[in-house]
């Protein structure tokens, strides 16, 4: 019997709870100035806001908003009107995942992500719910997927840091499955804030951590198989964070004010820069001044002497 199962490739903007993966301090100085500090525990870029109740004796914002990027760090610093006396304040602070409203480049060059010298033919996916909900297609939405009779290494097909891995899923290759709910994935944040989702690894088989940098062609894990047929497929899809209507980062309230974005993105493909079409056949290649285009000097010295 032909099971069908859904697997959802959209991701939802967010506000993290649980365990904080930020929190904020502040020390108060000898001067009665007060130095604001972050320490964020999660890789990836989270979008901070700190409002102030009330705040007496300063004539600082009552909102403060920052973009972190690193692990930890200043603030910003309060200083007070009156220097004999402190400042008097009540506060509180939120934060939202995903570099919202980041400059993304959408003519960036990438690689294919598999071994240079591969041949792939890439399908273009449509939303799951566009086809079994008759919802509406989320902007720019572009996602491919493509599939193998045999397992393939997944590279990289950009430099980045891996900001999310779930490799909790066993697949059940007794039955002929369409989608499935749920696949091991890796989530890989750019320089430009957009966000690479790969999906369809082998449970234990992924090979990068929370947090590593990886490079063009870096090995990221190997596909699972699909289901009882001799199927490996790896979806793949990019995306970013933009507020709605132009809303200002200062005027964001709630995850209802920004909302995820699909990218279509462009690959090397002899010396030139396309858009991938539906069933063509690609062979993956690059040259040097696109597989280093991020790398710093140092790391393009320890990638070069790994392959002499």
């Known amino acids: ?43 990836g870029t989270y ?23 690193y692990n ?30 980041s400059k993304i480049k959408p003519n960036f060059k990438y690689i294919l992500p598999f071994k240079k010298g591969e041949t ?5 996916l449509f939303s799951v719910e566009k086809v079994y909900f008759d919802s509406e297609l989320p902007k720019g939405w572009k996602s491919y997927s493509f599939s193998f009779d045999e397992t393939k290494s997944v590279k990289a097909i950009r430099k980045g840091v891996v900001i999310d891995i779930k490799n909790n899923f066993e697949i059940d290759t007794l ?19 957009t966000v690479a989702n790969y999906t369809g690894f082998n449970k234990n088989k992924i090979n990068v951590k929370l947090g590593e940098t990886v490079f063009p062609q870096t090995e990221l894990g190997e596909l699972a198989k699909f289901d009882s047929r001799s199927l490996y497929r ?15 980062l200062n005027n964001i309230n709630s995850s209802d004010d920004y909302k995820i974005l699909y990218l279509t993105p462009k690959f ?18 690059f040259d040097e001044k696109t597989l280093y285009k991020e790398m710093r000097k140092r790391e393009i010295k ?3 002497s790994s392959y002499l």
Do not use: C
Request: zero cysteines; glycine letters at 4%.
């Open 268 to 285: 090397f493909q002899n010396g030139e820069l396309i858009e991938l079409k539906n069933g063509n056949n690609y062979k993956v290649q």
């Open 72 to 101: 930890n760090g200043p603030l910003f610093k309060l200083k007070p009107n009156s220097a004999n006396q402190q400042i008097e304040f009540q506060w509180s602070y939120k934060y939202y995942k995903g570099n919202i409203n």
């Open 120 to 124: 792939v033919s890439p399908v273009e």
């Open 234 to 248: 790896l979806y793949l899809s990019l995306s970013y964070y933009k507020t709605i209507n132009g809303k200002s």
């Open 1 to 43: 019997m032909k099971i069908k199962l859904i697997l959802i490739l959209l991701l939802m903007p967010f506000v993290s709870i649980g365990q904080n993966p930020i929190e904020v301090d502040y020390v108060k100085n000898q001067d009665n100035t007060l130095s604001f500090n972050f320490n964020k525990k999660n890789p």
């Open 175 to 193: 039955k002929i499955v369409d989608y499935y709910s749920n696949q091991n994935s890796i989530s890989v944040e750019h320089k430009d804030g």
């Open 47 to 69: 979008f901070l806001i700190i409002d102030f109740k009330s705040l007496r004796n300063t004539e600082s914002s009552k909102r403060q908003t920052k973009i972190l990027k």
């Open 302 to 304: 320890k990638h070069k």
